[in-house]
């Protein structure tokens, strides 16, 4: 869960590089190893595993290993976490831009009535 703005910060500083996203992208589709998340990407696995540090370290990917093999998943509490807080700016917004659609056309209606129209 988000109870700090730092973890905010890591998240979408985890999610700011297109190689992580993709990362996330496959989770979503369910747990896979490390080497399956290299696959499809054009970078050493070394480099890989230091990607996962970072979306570990923000809270949107877990791991446990398994004898040789570390198996990845997706936080989706961490996920809903990170929306919650979008969607509470969108709303925010949202209602500013239906105050200002109506102000417009309070002022549109102004216009037209002062024209004799």
Known sequence: MLHQPEQLDLMFQALADPNRRQMVQRLCEGPASV???AAPLQMTLSAVVQH???LEGSGLV???KLGRV???QLDTQALRAAERWISERRS???RRFDRLGAFLAEQD???KGGDGQ
């Open 35 to 37: 080497s399956e998340l």
């Open 92 to 94: 925010l917004w949202e």
């Open 52 to 54: 996962l540090a970072v």
């Open 70 to 72: 570390r198996t990845c």
């Open 62 to 64: 877990r791991s446990q």
């Open 109 to 111: 209606q102004d216009l």
